[in-house]
């Protein structure tokens, strides 16, 4: 089982970013994949959750109207477009996946707001 996130990198405050967790070694289309944050001496905040078919969606706040989440199970892929990119973004993020009692993390990709 693994998770590998990409597409992460510097961006300016306004600008946009599309990340991308690309799933393998288990059949992807049956789980729920959720997209997490975290910053340096805080604890992970999940951003954005979306279920096994895609037809239910959920946002924290922060995010809310400014990033998307999505999945195309024919690639075993989950996206997170993220626009209107503010400094307080900056984090590291990772998607998540639990599978009955196992939790599996992918290994995040950096995303830096700043101009």
């Known amino acids: 089982v693994q998770l590998v996130e990409s597409g992460g990198g510097l961006v300016q405050p306004g600008g946009s970013l599309r990340l991308a967790c690309v799933a393998s070694?288990?059949?992807?289309?049956?789980?729920?994949v959720s997209w997490y944050r975290q910053v340096p001496g805080k604890e992970r905040e999940r951003v954005a959750f979306i279920s096994d078919s895609g037809d239910r969606r959920t946002y924290a706040d922060s995010v809310k109207g400014r990033f998307t989440i999505s999945r195309d199970n024919s690639k075993s892929t989950s996206y997170l477009q993220m626009n209107s990119l503010k400094p307080e973004d900056t984090a590291t993020y990772y998607c998540?996946?639990?599978?009955?009692?196992?939790?599996?993390w992918g290994q995040g990709t950096q995303v830096t707001v700043s101009s």
């Open positions: 070694g288990f059949r992807f289309s049956r789980y729920d």
């Open positions: 998540r996946v639990v599978i009955g009692v196992m939790t599996r």
